[in-house]
Structures are given as structure tokens and as C-alpha cells.
């Protein structure tokens, strides 16, 4: 069998659907370059006549030419592609050496059978999604694989794009120092004159990622700090020319690591709206449990909001009835987990890989993890009772690494009393 294809720098469900289509009415006209690609991928129709081609048949073919067992794990990994395209990830332009050595480090913790390698690949690979570990293991791996994982584990949909990449890490816009003095200043004929000049920043990209520099959202900093009377008519001035007040307040809430009580409860009086659903289909709710690390600030937006059903969701919550209920008599979860999981990619969370296709194990962990970022020492002790497997490394890092290394005291004792060993680290 010849070698896989390429993704699309660029990858587009739409795309792929309308090629399959064309590629059926290829096959079902009888082309002969069109029948020896179905053929090289899909024995089974080796002696099907041309006539007889269904548009599943296309499909799957295509699927495997990119490397994908089946056309629905082609199609989850662009929708999940799609998801982190419109998220809020934090993009870096790691320049060609360190994006090589993180290449070469992947391969050698492959060859070592690191968990995080076979996690990464598993999620961002085609010929390896969706797979058990093992069998990634088992099997060698191209440098170009490699790359691909790597750029997808920093937010990019291929290699190429990943070198294009040139944000900042701090986002800073060129005029940025400036126009910090003139909007702290509250200086509007200032900030009109600089819009004039780089009419870029009226216009920021959408959708902006965590670390993107936007005016509005500067004005807000100062806002919050001077008191809104001094700011008016700067906001009403950015509204007037297009800036969307509802949707940066938004943004805003969806927040960051460590957000604090004050501010969730600042943005919430200034008009956000907690029932938002991003541009990656998410509920602020959600945002929230896996990026604040605060279970305090997301205790003020689960109180306005009606959080969806699903297990981490009530991990996360310390809705120790809502886990309870996901779960079956042995402790397990319930088939419904695996239909609603912890977006970690798509939120912009840096700190997991999530696996296509989940076991119990995986599912726990979630559930596990956000309960701990959360500060739900409640939900780790009764999973804990529940078997849960604490000591799990399919994260790469035991929870009670994490939790010592982050100084969650309440939640290390909640670890070592359901049965955490101190001696696992990682693996």
C-alpha cells in the first residue's frame, strides 16, 4: 500500500465531503484511476461494479488514504480540528529549532513508550487516532507523523502552520505601550488618532485567541480599576465603531488559569453573560471548569446557569450527586460519559490530550482531574471509594504530582486518604 496523504494545511470537513462525492462519481463512471485508489484501500471492492458504489464506499476510501480506519474518526478529528480552530488557545511561534527539537523529543519518548506520546499521537496522528496505546507503540512512526502532533499539541492544524505562526507570546500589538498610556489615560481623541493609523486594531482576529491584544479589552482593565463614568465614552466610541461590548465581556469570562472571584463577579455586574456559547460551540460554564482553577469563581456561574449533564461537568461542579448518578453499580461510568467530554484542546487548555475513544479509566481521570482543579476534595474522596484509579499514569503525571507541585494541600489529603501512592510519579 502506497503512502498516506497529507492533511490540508487547512482542513475542512466540507472539503473532504464534496472530494468524496466527486470521488464517487468517479468510481461510479468507471475511471480507472478512481477504481485503483478504491481498490488499493478497500478490498472488499475488489469485484464491485461501478454501478454498485455507495457514497459510504467513497468515503472510506478516502478515510484511509489519509490514514483513518473508518470515514466517522476522519470526520471527528476535523470537527474537533474546527473546534480548536475557533477556541481560544493560546498560539505560540516556537521557530523552526525548538518546533524540531519537540519532534525529536515526541520520537524518542515513543521509542521509550512514554504515555504522553502515545496520548498525542492518538489524538492528533490519522493512522494512530483513536488507537490503544499499545499498538502506537508497537509501531514506527515517521518524522513527518511526529511533526504533525507536535503542531496540533501547540494549537496548529499542520507543520506549515505552525512555522507561520508569529504571535507573540504576550500578543503585543506594535503600538501596544503606547496606546496602554493613552487608553489608561482615557485619552479618546488620542486612541481615535492611533485607530486611524492602524485601523487593524478596530478589527482584531477572529476568533481571537487567549493572548490576543484587543482595544476594548485594555479598556476594561482600566475601566475595572478607575471606574466606568471615566471610561464611557471611549467603550460607547469602540461600539460605534463596531466593537462588540457583549461579546469581549464574554471572552473575558470565559477566562484564564487562576481567575479570581472578584473578577468573574465584576465582569457578571458589567453585563456578561454567563449562558454565552463560544464560537467553538461551548458554554462559558464549561470554559470555566477546566481553565479558571478556581472552584469559587465557577461556583458564581454555576449558580446562574443550568450546567449540562455529564460526569466531569459534575466532577467539576462538586455535585457529588450528578457523579453518583454516571456512574454504575460497580463504579464505572455509564455509556452517556463518553457523549459529552472535557474539551481540553478546544478551550485552550495546555494540560491534556484527550483520547478519542475513552475507557473508564480515561473517563475518571477527567472526571478526576477537573474535580482536583476545582478544589473538590468531596468528589476525589467519594470516587476514591468508588475504586477510581488514583493512581492512574495514563496522564503522564500521577493527580497527587499535580496537586503537590500546584500546593493543593486539601486536595493531597484528600488523594492520600483515598489511596494515592506517594511513590508513583510518572510515567
Not at 482543579?373 to 496522564?395: D, H, K, M, Q, W
Request: hydrophobic share 45%; proline share 6%; charged share 25%.
Amino acid at each position: 500500500m502506497s503512502a498516506f496523504r497529507t492533511l490540508p494545511a487547512r482542513p475542512n470537513i466540507e472539503f473532504e465531503k464534496k472530494e468524496a462525492k466527486g470521488l464517487l462519481r468517479l468510481l461510479q463512471g468507471g475511471d480507472a484511476d478512481a477504481l485503483a485508489r478504491a481498490r488499493e484501500r478497500h478490498a472488499g471492492l475488489e469485484r464491485t461494479p461501478p454501478d454498485e458504489f455507495k457514497l459510504a464506499d467513497a468515503q472510506l476510501v478516502l478515510a484511509r488514504e489519509y490514514g483513518f480506519v473508518s470515514w466517522p474518526r476522519l470526520v471527528h478529528y476535523f470537527e474537533e480540528l474546527e473546534r480548536v480552530r475557533v477556541g481560544r488557545k493560546v498560539l505560540r511561534s516556537l521557530g523552526p529549532t525548538r518546533a524540531e527539537g519537540s519532534v525529536r523529543a515526541l520520537l524518542a519518548q515513543h521509542r521509550d513508550r512514554r504515555t504522553w506520546a502515545g496520548r498525542a499521537l492518538a489524538a492528533y496522528v490519522p493512522r494512530f487516532y483513536a488507537l490503544a496505546h499499545e499498538e502506537i507503540f508497537a509501531a514506527t512512526i515517521t518524522e513527518d507523523e511526529a511533526r504533525l502532533a507536535v503542531a496540533r499539541s501547540e494549537g496548529a492544524t499542520s507543520w506549515e502552520a505552525l512555522l507561520e505562526q508569529r504571535v507573540q507570546e504576550d500578543g503585543r500589538h506594535p503600538v501596544a505601550s503606547l496606546l496602554g498610556t493613552t487608553i489608561e489615560e482615557a485619552d479618546l481623541a488620542a486612541l481615535q488618532r492611533i485607530a486611524a493609523e492602524h485601523p487593524e486594531l478596530l478589527h482584531p482576529v477572529t476568533p481571537p485567541a487567549a493572548n490576543d491584544f484587543r482595544l476594548l479589552k485594555t479598556v476594561l482593565h482600566h475601566e475595572r480599576r478607575q471606574g466606568r463614568e471615566k471610561f464611557r465614552p471611549m467603550v460607547e466610541w469602540l461600539e460605534s465603531q463596531g466593537v462588540d461590548l457583549q461579546q469581549e465581556l464574554a471572552l473575558q469570562l470565559c477566562g484564564h488559569r487562576h481567575r479570581t472571584v472578584e473578577k468573574v463577579q465584576w465582569l457578571l455586574e458589567r453585563g456578561a453573560d454567563p449562558h454565552w456559547i463560544a464560537p467553538n460551540g461551548i458554554p462559558v460554564l464549561e470554559h470555566a471548569i477546566i481553565l479558571y482553577w478556581n472552584g469559587e469563581a465557577v461556583d458564581l456561574l454555576a449558580a446562574r446557569t443550568t450546567p449540562r449533564k455529564a460526569l466531569w461537568i459534575a466532577a467539576g461542579l462538586g455535585d457529588l450527586e450528578g457523579v453518583r448518578r454516571s456512574l454504575d453499580a460497580k463504579g464505572k461510568p455509564f455509556a452517556e460519559a463518553t457523549k459529552l467530554r472535557p474539551p481540553f484542546d478546544a478551550v485552550g487548555s495546555d494540560s491534556l490530550a484527550s483520547h478519542p475513544e475513552p475507557d473508564a479509566e480515561e473517563l475518571l481521570m477527567e472526571a478526576l482531574f477537573v474535580a482536583m482543579t476545582n478544589g473538590r476534595a468531596n468528589v476525589i474522596e467519594y470516587l476514591a471509594s468508588r475504586g477510581a484509579p488514583l493512581n492512574s499514569l495514563i496522564f503522564g503525571n500521577t493527580l497527587l504530582s499535580v496537586a503537590a507541585g500546584n500546593g493543593w494541600a486539601p486536595i493531597v489529603e484528600a488523594l492520600l486518604k483515598g489511596g494515592a501512592d506517594p511513590n508513583e510519579l510518572r510515567t
